[in-house]
C-alpha cells in the first residue's frame, strides 16, 4: 500500500505547484471534451483573472440502457376469467395467460443538459481548483426524464387480454374491458398499447435547474497545446418525484418493490439522496 501512496502522493505535490502563468484574464480560452458518469461533453473556458476560470458546455449521455429489469403484473383475475369463460362455454382461449405477466423493460439515463461553471485556484501557483455551478435541461430535452423504466409485454400476454376482453367483457367495467395493470403500494397503473403489445413506462423527474460542485486537478487552459483534467463532484437536484404512466407515484420505495435488485437499489438512492455523483476525465486543448 505504501508503494501505491507514495508516488500518487508526489504526483498531487507536482500538480499542486505547477506555475499557474498562463491564467491571464480575457486573453486565452481553451475547449474541452470529456467523459464521465454524466455521459459525454464539450465546453469552452477562459480565465477571468489569475485565480478564476469560467466555463459553458454541454453534456449528453449516449442513448441506450444502463441494463434490463423485469415489471411483475398480477394476473389472477385474468386467468380466473378465462377458466370462468372455458366452463360456461367449454371454449379453449388460443392465448392463456400463466402465473405472472411480465414487462421485459430498460433501465436509461438521460443527462442532456447545458452548464455554466467556476473554476477556482486557492493556489496562485498550484492546478488544484474547486468547481461550483449549474446544470440546466434545455426544454427540447425535458420529455426525456432523468431516469425511465420503460418496456413491452410479451405479444401473447397482449393477445390473450384483448381475446378475453374480446369474448367475455366484463359487466362490472364502464367499457366491459379488463386491464393489465401494475400494482404500487393502494395505486393500479395500467398498461396501455404500443406497437402490437402493452407498453408501461416510469419515470423520474426533476427540477430543470440543478446544481454542482466539486474539486479537480489541472489546467482548464493548458500550458502546451493539450492538458488533462481530472475532477470529482456532485449534481445536487430537487422537486424529484416518480411517475408512472403519466401519473405521480406517492411512493417511491413502494414503487421499487418487485424489481431486481439494481433497479430497486437506483431508485431507493434517489429517493433518499438528492445528488448524483460525478467523475469526470477532461481533455482541454488551448485554443489562443
Known sequence: MRKLFLPLFAASMFLCASAQDNMEAFRHFSVGAEVGLHGLGVELAMPVQKHLVVKAGYNWAPAGDLFRTDLVLDTEDLRKAQEQYTTLTAQEFEHKFGDEAKIDAGLGLNLSNIKAMINWY??????????????YTPSSKRDKPFLSVSGKTTENDWAALNELNQKYPDPTAPDGKRELALEIGEETYPVVEKDGCGYMQADFRMDPLKYY?????????????????????????????????????????????GLDNDAKEILEYVDKYPIYPQITLRLSFRAL
Open 213 to 257: 460542485v466539486g474539486l479537480g486537478l489541472g489546467r482548464c487552459i493548458p500550458n502546451r497545446t493539450v492538458g488533462l483534467q481530472l475532477e470529482a463532484g456532485a449534481m445536487i437536484y430537487h422537486n424529484s418525484a416518480l411517475y408512472c404512466q403519466d401519473k405521480e407515484v406517492g411512493s417511491i420505495t413502494d414503487a421499487a418493490e
Open 122 to 135: 486557492p493556489f496562485a501557483m498550484g492546478r488544484f481548483y474547486v468547481a461550483g455551478g449549474i446544470y
